[in-house]
Every structure is written in C-alpha cells, then in structure tokens.
T-cell receptor, first 110, second 116 residues
Framework: GIQVEQSPPDLILQEGANSTLRCNFSDSVNNLQWFHQNPWGQLINLFYIPSGTKQNGRLSATTVATERYSLLYISSSQTTDSGVYFCAVARNNAGNMLTFGGGTRLMVKP | DAGVTQSPTHLIKTRGQHVTLRCSPISGHKSVSWYQQVLGQGPQFIFQYYEKEERGRGNFPDRFSARQFPNYSSELNVNALLLGDSALYLC???????????????FGNGTRLTVT
C-alpha cells in the first residue's frame, strides 16, 4: 500500500510565526487532502489538493504530484491553530480509502 | 444542515463483548466510510459503503462488519472485543463514491471506545 510520511512530527510555535508542514507519499495518487484535528478530536477538511496550489485565508497548500510531496503553509499562526495536522492520500480507484500519515502535532503558544 | 452525527460519543465495554456504533451522514450524502484512530496515530480505513453496497474494506479482521441502510445511515459492528480495539472510531460521509473538489470527505466527532 501507499506509505505517507509527515514532518516534522512535533512543532511548537510562538503566536504570529509562520510554518511549513510536509507530506511525502510513496506512489502516484489522485486524491490528497489535508485535515486539522482539534484537541477535541474533530477532523476538519482543510484542502482537497491532488495537485497545484490553493489558499484559504492564512493557510495555503501546494502539491507537486510528480515529485510525490505536498506542503501546508500556516502564516501568522494563532493559538486556535493548535492540534494535529494530517495528510491523507488515495489512488483514484480506491474510493474513499484514504491512507493517513502520522500527523504533525502543532502547539501555538500565546 | 447537520453534519455527520455519530452515537454514542463514548462507550466502555469488556473484552469479549460486542459493540454497535452508529453514523448518520450529511443529508444527501450517499457514501459512508469508517476509520479507526488509535491514540497517537493517524486514522486507519475500515470500510466504505456507497448506495448500500460495500465498496472498500481495510486490513481489519472479520470481527469487524458494517452495513448501510436505505436512508444511508450506517452501523459498524465489532464482535469479541479485544483490548487493542480501544480507539476513536470515526465516520465520514461524501456525496459520491470518490472524494472530489466539490465533494470532500466530512468527518463526524467520533465514538471513543474503551475496552477493559
């Protein structure tokens, strides 16, 4: 199956700082999503981004499918950004069978 | 519109018992998927159902089973519970069988199962 590796595993930021989270995957994919899991366990979809670049407020994401990696940028971080960020991928014939990475645990300090 | 709803929110069971977890998708969504998230790890895919048919199965033993009803709600059943089944069980729904830009995957808040 596809292997998904995320880095760094843990990240501590001061409020207002910027950060880049990385997701490497081992095979061609047609579906890549970034999720944020808040401290209460709720998983929120941030981006559907199998290729290209998207932006949503202070967050943006870029996927380079040919080189099998995706980046999530967080600018001007806020304490509410704390939680775990997951990258998840799937092949086109795999339906919603997403393979998740191990996550990046982010703590933003005031 | 209500999001994906799961019940119960928390559950404590004893080894060897059976458990049923329930999920109601977002209105209009025909696909329901189940994931298991062990503490400190990313979610792992268990099942996907679309239009009441199984469309995918992850690497889980036969003790795990699921079904989808005509109203697209779903149940996940786990028999002969083991300590290692303790986890957060997440249900997700989407419009179609495959996630697309206009039909992302939406997750419920999960059921936290503790097996003692």
């Amino acid at each position: 199956g596809i292997q998904v590796e995320q880095s760094p595993p843990d990240l501590i930021l001061q409020e207002g700082a910027n950060s880049t989270l990385r997701c490497n995957f081992s095979d061609s994919v047609n579906n890549l999503q970034w999720f944020h899991q808040n401290p209460w366990g709720q998983l929120i979809n941030l981006f559907y981004i199998p290729s290209g670049t998207k932006q949503n407020g202070r967050l943006s994401a870029t996927t380079v499918a040919t080189e099998r990696y995706s980046l999530l940028y967080i600018s001007s971080s806020q304490t509410t950004d704390s939680g775990v960020y997951f990258c998840a991928v799937a092949r086109n014939n795999a339906g919603n069978m997403l393979t998740f990475g191990g996550g990046t645990r982010l703590m933003v300090k005031p | 519109d209500a999001g994906v709803t799961q019940s119960p929110t928390h559950l404590i069971k004893t080894r060897g018992q059976h458990v049923t977890l329930r999920c109601s998708p977002i209105s209009g969504h025909k696909s329901v998927s189940w994931y298991q998230q062990v503490l400190g790890q990313g979610p792992q895919f268990i099942f996907q159902y679309y239009e009441k048919e199984e469309r995918g199965r992850g690497n889980f033993p036969d003790r795990f089973s699921a079904r989808q009803f005509p109203n697209y709600s779903s149940e996940l059943n786990v028999n002969a519970l083991l300590l290692g089944d303790s986890a957060l069980y997440l249900c997700a729904s989407s419009l179609g069988v495959r996630v697309r830009d206009n039909s992302p995957l939406h997750f419920g808040n999960g059921t936290r199962l503790t097996v003692t």
